[in-house]
């Protein structure tokens, strides 16, 4: 794929990487990226990836934006309270970066619609809030054997990983590897609290980790867990292996 020259300009800090240049930009511009869930995770991990100049974003979100969304969902205003968060969020991004599509869907994910809302796409962004959501995302992933990028924040805490069973050679662990549904236990921001800037680190380092899935940069965390603590801001990362009795994945 050759960059325009509009793309070039808006690229141009991207473009001077070694690690990235035209080749890894082109490869941005290719890819489709799903994104469910549009709050605290998914607003800044949406407006990094538009900014990035990834071709195409697929966002899913049943919710409207409420005040109490404010201070952590970076895409909204007030003006902008009752209106579904996939549109509003589409909107804001297209305002962003108009060289890109972007595609808004206002409904829940499900495993009934999970196909469809797969289709074509490279990657699955998991900014979701509930287990019911995250495991319906992981075995759609794993369906269609495309990397899934997990994220979760919650008071002063969160993670990131990327689960990819099918990737080549070292297999990841899918999410039921280590959460398995039998277990699920809802918890979530309505009740337990989140401090804003939490979710805006852990969406942000699921932009960066897709961002350097789709141009082939650096090490991810495929295979490694990164929880982050905003009490001590202290970074600590662990190695994560499949479960070979995963009724998922199988331990791939």
Known sequence: MKLSAPSRARYARQL??????AAGQAKLAAARVLIVGLGGLGTPAARYLAGAGVGTL?????????????HRQILYGEDEVGKPKSKAAAAHLARVNP???????????????????????????????TFAARIALNRAAVAAGVPLIHGAAEGLEGQVTVFWPAAKPAAAPCYECLYPASGAVNGGCATRGVLGPVPGVIGTLQALEAIKLLAGIGDGLLGRLLRFDARTTEFCVSRILPDPSCAVCGGS
């Open 16 to 21: 001077v990487l070694p690690e990235l240049g």
């Open 58 to 70: 697929r966002l899913v979100d049943p919710d409207s934006v409420a005040l109490d969304n404010l």
């Open 99 to 129: 060289l890109i599509a972007i595609e808004a869907t206002v409904a829940a994910f499900t495993p009934d619609n999970a196909a469809d809302l797969f289709a074509g796409c490279t990657l699955a962004i998991d900014a979701t809030d």
